[in-house]
């Protein structure tokens, strides 16, 4: 299955799997991919899957335009490993997604018995506080999403019964919560915390 990787100065934050016939791209929230950045438009880009693994990207006419391995395109064809940038996101296309691929599901125990009621009317997401891309927010929207650079840091972030969690999958005691080692435990998560994963900080944000 066609797989589309996102990331943020180099590190990592989404992982999509091209299985539907039109996934669109964009800042509003119908899209199926949102980003929360003004440089990206309303609606963006879309990627077209023919058959089972032919992939085309196509320009909506956005004000910032989409460029494939730097160059600004209208529709073009995918091939394995070509670059998209969408205003300050850089996305990989992969062909096929990789046997065993993280950043889909991992399972993780549920702490014991908490606040449902509010971790379920919560919406949460990540906000860039370094370099460029610097007050870009993504959504946090799966039970469980990965975060970071595969191979030096990746932390995982849950949504469970009582509230949000983040855990290291890879890094040992580099990624950072509030300027303090994550550890070997899944941590809880409250508005305002400050992550640290492969040299970029994030703010964890909390709305209803």
Known sequence: ???????IEGVEIKRVNLHKNRTT?????HNDIVLADMVVSGEHCVFDLEGLADVTVEDLKSTNGTYINGHMIRRQKLVDKDVISVGRIHIQYLSAAAPGDFGQTTSMPLEGPGSARVAA??????????????????PVVKAVTTYGKPGIAVVAISHRRNGFFVAVMEGGQGPLINGQPIGSDAVPLSGGDELELAGTRMRFLLKE
């Open 1 to 7: 299955m066609p797989q589309l990787i996102l990331s």
């Open 121 to 138: 009317t919560m919406h949460a997401s990540l906000q860039v506080l370094s370099g460029s891309s610097a007050g870009l927010e993504v």
């Open 25 to 29: 791209l964009g800042r509003k929230p």
